[in-house]
């Protein structure tokens, strides 16, 4: 699986260019060779899967999952797409770039088809994710080479999806069905599990009800889902069987979860981290990615109690301003959102906040934007994503007339990101000569490194043997580089502090 991240925490929405071209026409020609064989018995060596994954964590997961499916269905995943019998590319809408990034992609794909038709191979084309949930049809329209798209909430149904694009020509599937699908998906195989490190995600929630006026979720993901408690330590425990040792809990609103307890109470995120950190192997739980309204009593507690419970939050708050806060339909004022701050810090006084901003809401003034400039230095985030705020079709912002000109969007965000730096190069160059555990995931740059990641997920290169990939380590920081930490083994971590997450869940 390939994976394109959708969101940088300095450059997006710098270089956005509109609509691009798919260089595809509803009468192009499609490249077509041969009718799709979706029969799992009929090839003598097995079909080739390659899935690219567009935006968040929840795709990545997603993506994982269709590949465990597939896998069931003969399928082995490859790295290339052009060796591909099916690609899937799992798509992102949040913004327009990213949306706008699949048509591009899939104009790649039509040469791909056409050279694989060449050679007599007929290689199928699907679009998953969040763009197939909100365009359907459409997709088909405009790059006649998609054979079958299919929604968030429909992966289960894959397979049947595939006979019926071999049958009728093409698929589409964007229901919301009344099954859960996670009930139907199979389960990674050991090797899957360990091909995919010793860091992994799980989905423990889905959707939003919050309606914030910018964003498409609530609409592309659903309505707010938890998944039943058993079904979720089950999963944990057999990644941690196969060698996962952090787990990350995601959702489009993670600490809104309220899963149905094997008990048949109704369980908190807090209670069941506490729960998830029981489970033997597990050395390290994180999630993403939290609202500020739903910061409850138990996930403080959690903090402060669960050691294996990383601390490191991700709390967008998208603007300063009490003004745009409410325009945006966030439900709390940026007062509400220092105070859920406080609450987290009194509980693990040494928590970095990470977060996501909009710049240029509609109606947005100088002063407003100040007051975003002012609440990035109150709390001194360790590092943050920032957007220009992208109109969404069918979200309230969108048909909104005080629409903000491009151009002052596009200094906000240069003056936004100045601001978030300054305190990230201050937080990571507060880690030198610091202690920390550090867990190893793979080889490093050099010959003799290993790579990890701190509590705060910034990498960290470090002199290491491949036997200790998967073990918490302490390591001294020796020197803090642009892009990562470098340091040395040392006997036991004293304290962490500093920070960069790579990645957010798109949501909350
Ligand atoms: N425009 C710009 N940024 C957006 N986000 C969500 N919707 C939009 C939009 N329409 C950002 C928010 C959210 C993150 C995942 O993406 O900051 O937290
Ligand atoms: Fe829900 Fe987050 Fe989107 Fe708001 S920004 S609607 S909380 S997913």
């Not at 069931?72 to 990213?98: M, Q, W, Y």
């Amino acid at each position: 699986m390939t994976v394109e991240r959708i969101g940088d925490r300095r450059q997006d929405g710098m270089s956005e260019t509109g609509m691009s071209d798919t260089g595809m026409s509803r009468d192009a020609p499609s490249g077509r060779a041969a009718p799709i064989d979706a029969s799992p018995t009929r090839m003598s060596s097995p079909r080739k899967l390659h899935v690219k994954s567009y935006g968040c964590q929840m795709n990545v997961y997603d993506s994982h999952r269709m590949a465990d499916l597939l896998a069931t269905e003969g399928f082995v995943e490859t790295g290339s797409p052009e060796e591909a019998d099916l690609i899937i590319l799992n798509t992102c809408h949040i913004r327009e770039k990213a949306a706008e990034k699949v048509y591009s992609e899939l104009g790649r794909m039509r040469k791909l088809c056409q050279a694989a038709a060449r050679d007599g191979r007929r290689v199928t084309v699907a679009v998953a994710g969040c763009v197939a949930q909100a365009e359907g049809e459409e997709i088909i329209r405009r790059a006649p080479v998609v054979d079958l798209v299919v929604g968030p909430q429909s992966y289960h149904r894959l397979p049947a999806l595939l006979a019926r694009a071999t049958r009728d020509g093409r698929a589409v599937d964007t229901e919301f069905p009344a099954e859960d699908k996670f009930d139907f998906l199979a389960p990674p195989s050991r090797e899957a599990i360990r091909g995919r490190g010793v860091a992994s995600f799980i989905t423990v929630q889905e959707g939003c009800d919050k309606f914030c006026t910018f964003c498409v979720v609530p609409y592309t993901r659903g309505a707010e889902v938890s998944r039943p408690v058993d079904r979720i330590l089950g999963e944990v425990e057999r990644l941690a069987a196969s060698g996962v040792r952090e787990v990350t809990l995601i959702g489009q609103n993670v600490n809104a979860y309220h899963g149905q307890g094997p008990d048949g109470t109704m369980w908190t995120l807090g209670r069941l981290l506490r729960r998830s950190a029981e489970i033997p192997g597990i050395a390290r739980l994180r999630y993403t990615t939290s609202h500020p309204r739903d910061i409850d009593a138990s996930l403080v507690a959690a903090h402060r109690d669960v050691a294996a419970l990383m601390p490191l939050l991700h709390l967008p708050v998208q603007s300063g301003s009490d003004r745009i806060l409410a325009a945006m339909n966030r439900r709390h004022t940026a007062a509400d959102y220092l105070a859920a701050v406080g609450r987290m810090r009194a509980a693990r006084p040494d928590l970095a906040l990470s977060s996501d901003f909009i710049v240029g809401f509609p109606g947005e003034t100088e002063e407003d934007f100040r007051e975003t400039l002012r609440i990035v230095d109150e709390v001194g985030f360790c590092s943050a994503f920032s957007f220009k705020y992208s109109p969404r079709p069918g979200t309230p912002a969108a048909i909104r007339a005080d629409q903000v000109p491009e151009i002052v969007k596009t200094e906000r965000l240069r003056r936004l990101q100045a601001a978030i730096e300054h305190h990230q190069k201050a937080f990571n160059a507060g880690c030198l000569g610091a202690t920390f555990d550090v867990l190893l995931e793979k080889p490093g740059r050099h010959p003799g490194q290993l790579v990890g990641r701190s509590p705060y997920l910034q990498p960290v290169q470090v002199m290491a043997p491949p036997s200790l990939i998967g073990e918490v380590v302490a390591v001294t920081v020796t020197r803090v580089g642009p892009n990562s930490l470098h340091g040395t083994r040392a006997a036991s971590a004293d304290h962490a502090r500093s920070a960069e997450p790579v990645s957010t869940a798109a949501g909350a």
